[in-house]
Every structure is written in C-alpha cells, then in structure tokens.
C-alpha cells in the first residue's frame, strides 16, 4: 500500500483543501483549465499546480487561498457520502476500544461511504486483511470509490462484498479466523450469532449505534448469548477550545453526541465467566411488543432518494478518475 498522503508539488487529480476568505474552506480536485468561482473571485487551477504542499494562492480578486492536501479526517468530512459516516471522534475511538492493529483480520459491517474503513485500513497495514459487507451496492460503489481516491489505489488488504452479512460471512472468512469485528447497522443483534462463529477466541465485537433504544437491544442480546463477556458501553464528546494569548474558553459549540460503542470479547467455546456463575441470567427487561421500538423507522432511520444516491455516485467516481490520474503523473515522475 502506498503512503497514505502523497507528497511533492500539487499535481493534476490531486485533491486540494483551499482555506480562503474567514477560514471559509473549499475542497477541489484540481482539473485541467479547472477554475473555482466564489464572490470573491475566481481561483484558477492550474496557479496551484506545481506548488509545493502549504502554499498560499491568489484569485483574480486579489483574496489569499491557503492550499493543502486534506488530511484523512478533513477528506472523510467532505468525500462523496453514499450513507451516514462514522466521524473521525468515534472512528478514533474504535479503533482503540476495538484494538485494531497491524496484520489484523477485521470483519466490517456495513460499509456504507468508506470513511470508517480508511481508518481501519491505516491501522492493519498491508499485512493485515478488511472484509467489509454492504447490502447496497451503490453505497458499497460510492465507498471504493472514496478509499481509490483518498488511498491512490485499490488496497489488495481490502475485499468488499455486497449482501448480508450473516448469509455471506461463513462463505468470506472461516471460523474462528476473524480478529475484530465492527458493526456499524440499525439492527446488529441480528448479526451477533454469526459474529460469534467467525470469531477466534479472544476476539473483539465493537458495535457502533446512534440510539438508546438500540443500545439496550444490542447489549441484552450479547450478554443473554452467553458467547461473550460482558458488554462495555461508551460515547465520545469532543469540545474545542479558543486558545488566543490570555483568551483561553472552551468553544461555544462541541461535537456531542454522535452514537454509542459497545464492545464485547467472544469467550472460549464452553466457558463461563465467574460473574455470570455468580447470578442466574435474568431474564431480558424487555417484552415482544418494545422490539417494535426497535424498527429502522422508530429509531430514525433516514432513507436517502434514488436520485440522490446517483448523484453521489457520480461524484465518487469524478473523485476516484482525479486520483489515477494523478497517479498516473507520479508514475511517470517515477520513469523519468
């Protein structure tokens, strides 16, 4: 896998962050006789090609752009989006509670615009192995779309399989192969008994949830299974702070809430932890009629339009056809 952010003068298919006018910022990938219009003039694409990363550039009016390769927190934040992405606050975080590491096998579930699997790809390294599933197949176009562009190329560590999860996953991985599992669903208690069969022993389940509701649903389910220890439940809160000479206060605004992260460790076929001998399961706080809380549609599900969703997945591959070619140019950099 090549390095994750290239380096060198700005080049064609080279996507540019542009900090203009009020911190205002721009994402641009940078075209031939491409221009980018704003009120305060027009930003021709080719006074940036050429420039070394850090450049600051000027527009027909006179106005200063600082230019940049986004980073991957910045690009996940502005890349074509198929579905809801995991923000870069909770896609740390999994990574840690998860205990993502280098050669890892992980198991992702859906893919949905492939922010999260950026991260996990950077944290396997090319030795490691992503099998991410997708029940819709143009999200799972927009997402390698997204890792093509943002990577420079289709990673060999990755493999994206378009279907569900527990009717694919025996086929895709062999039992008690997979490292790490991360759900990120509307419903993955459906998924928690064929997690547990790919699983090795040790292994780690991390679900990633929007709702209360859902979190209670998860968490029972794991821990009736009795495939597993005890489920952990966190969120992650990031608050800003201005920091200007003495002017030191925290931001006016945060990023609060943005979902839940359980996590649960498959125990060793026929094990019993010492807390659950302790004290008989009990029986679940919940009755047949509350899973009706549970549905993608009480739960907020948002369905995006036909017609957006094309949209987007032109925008994906705009993205993608910028980034080979301008890998293309740096392979010719390479020859020559």
């Known amino acids: 896998m090549n390095a994750l952010r290239p380096s060198g003068p700005f080049r064609l298919g080279d996507r540019v962050?542009?900090?203009?006018?009020?911190?205002?910022?721009?994402?641009?990938?940078?075209?031939?006789?491409?221009?980018?219009?704003?009120?305060?003039?027009?930003?021709?694409?080719e006074s940036i090609v050429g420039q070394p990363d850090g450049s600051v550039v000027t527009n027909s009016g006179g106005h200063e752009y600082l230019a940049l390769r986004p980073l991957l927190r910045d690009f996940v934040m502005s890349m074509p989006r198929g579905a809801a992405i995991v923000y870069p606050k909770d896609a740390a975080q999994i990574l840690a509670s998860a205990d993502i590491f280098p050669g890892a096998t992980v198991v992702e579930a859906g893919v949905g615009s492939g922010a999260l699997s950026l991260w996990l790809l950077r944290a396997i390294g090319p030795s490691g192995r992503l099998v991410s599933f997708e029940r819709r197949a143009e999200f799972a176009e927009v997402a390698e779309a997204n890792v093509e562009t943002f990577l420079g190329e289709r990673p060999d560590a990755w493999r994206v399989v378009v279907g569900d999860l527990v009717e694919s996953l025996p086929s895709a991985v062999e039992p008690g192969s997979v490292d790490r599992v991360v759900l990120d669903m509307l419903a993955p208690w459906e998924c928690i008994d064929a997690v547990a069969e790919a699983?090795?022993?040790?292994?780690?389940?991390?679900?990633?949830?929007?709702?209360?509701?859902?979190?209670?649903?998860?968490?029972?389910?794991?821990?009736?299974?009795?495939?597993?220890?005890d489920p952990e439940a966190t969120e992650t809160m990031v608050r800003g702070w201005h920091v200007e000479g003495l002017a030191v206060r925290p931001d006016h605004r945060m990023v609060a809430h943005t979902g839940f992260l359980l996590t649960a460790r498959r125990l060793a076929p026929g094990a019993v932890p010492p807390d659950v001998r302790k004290r008989a399961l009990k029986k679940p706080s919940y009755a047949d009629e509350d899973v009706e809380l549970w549905t993608p549609g009480a739960v907020g599900d948002r369905q995006i339009t036909d017609k957006n969703l094309r949209k987007r997945v032109r925008d994906a591959k705009r993205a993608v056809e910028g980034a080979r070619q301008a890998a293309g140019e740096r392979g010719d950099d390479d020859v020559d």
């Not at 542009?18 to 305060?40: F, S």
């Open 17 to 45: 962050q542009l900090t203009g006018p009020k911190g205002r910022l721009h994402t641009v990938t940078l075209r031939e006789g491409g221009e980018l219009h704003t009120h305060h003039g027009v930003l021709r694409h």
């Open 199 to 229: 699983l090795t022993p040790g292994g780690v389940v991390l679900c990633y949830i929007a709702t209360a509701t859902q979190l209670s649903r998860v968490a029972e389910y794991i821990r009736g299974s009795g495939l597993f220890t």
